[in-house]
């Protein structure tokens, strides 16, 4: 069994940062702080939890991260 930081966990926010750039409203894969994609929310993907609010990420190497 996976550590419950190691579990791929995806949700939505109303507003992504990365970058220059964000991206409203948005949908994030993380695996513990790791982000493994995100992209625009078009439409309900199933097992999604709606957080709402702003997420930062930052780039650390070739990786993005959730930035607290």
């Not at 993907?45 to 780039?59: P, Q």
Request: hydrophobic share 45%; charged share 25%.
């Amino acid at each position: 069994m996976q550590e419950l930081s190691q579990r791929i966990k995806r949700i939505a926010v109303n507003t992504l940062l990365v970058d220059e750039f964000s991206i409203h409203p948005a949908v994030v894969e993380l695996q513990g702080n790791r982000v493994l994609s995100f992209q625009p929310l078009t439409e309900e993907i199933a097992m999604t939890e709606w957080v709402g609010g702003t997420l930062r990420l930052k780039k650390e190497g070739r990786v993005y991260k959730v930035s607290m």
